[in-house]
């Protein structure tokens, strides 16, 4: 059974920068494609990026492009979401997410196995 855990939550500044991890365990990584995705009170769960299992292929919700980075260290079975330039409106829950080999087309499809997520808050 695939692990995943989040860290790298917490307080920041508009303006300012976080960045998350995802911590893969039980397999490795090399198989998985790995999403992020946020959830806000009262909102849909928004999917925020992607990236495939072989690096080749990212994806960002427009909101967060120019922004946001996501990258992969296969070896440390770890996937990052750096977040530069934050807004209040990036305050959330940041789940990541894995499905094998492919991001799914459309960034809000579920994936297969989930974290239990990482609160972030953007002060203004």
């Known amino acids: 059974q695939l692990r995943l855990v989040e860290s790298g939550g917490g307080l920041a500044q508009s303006g300012g920068s976080l960045r998350l991890s995802c911590e893969v365990s039980g397999d490795s990584l090399v198989y998985y494609a790995i999403g992020w995705f946020r959830q806000v009170p009262g909102k849909d769960r928004e999917g925020v990026s992607c990236?495939?299992?072989?690096?080749?292929?990212?994806d960002y919700v427009d909101s967060v492009k120019g922004r946001f980075t996501i990258s992969r260290d296969d070896a440390k079975n770890t996937v990052y979401l750096q977040m530069n330039s934050l807004k209040p409106e990036d305050t959330g829950v940041y789940f990541c997410?894995?499905?094998?080999?492919?991001?799914?087309?459309?960034?809000?499809?579920?994936?297969?196995?989930w974290g239990k997520g990482t609160r972030i808050t953007v002060s203004s």
């Open positions: 990236i495939s299992s072989d690096d080749s292929f990212t």
């Open positions: 997410a894995a499905q094998m080999w492919y991001c799914p087309g459309d960034l809000n499809v579920g994936m297969d196995y």
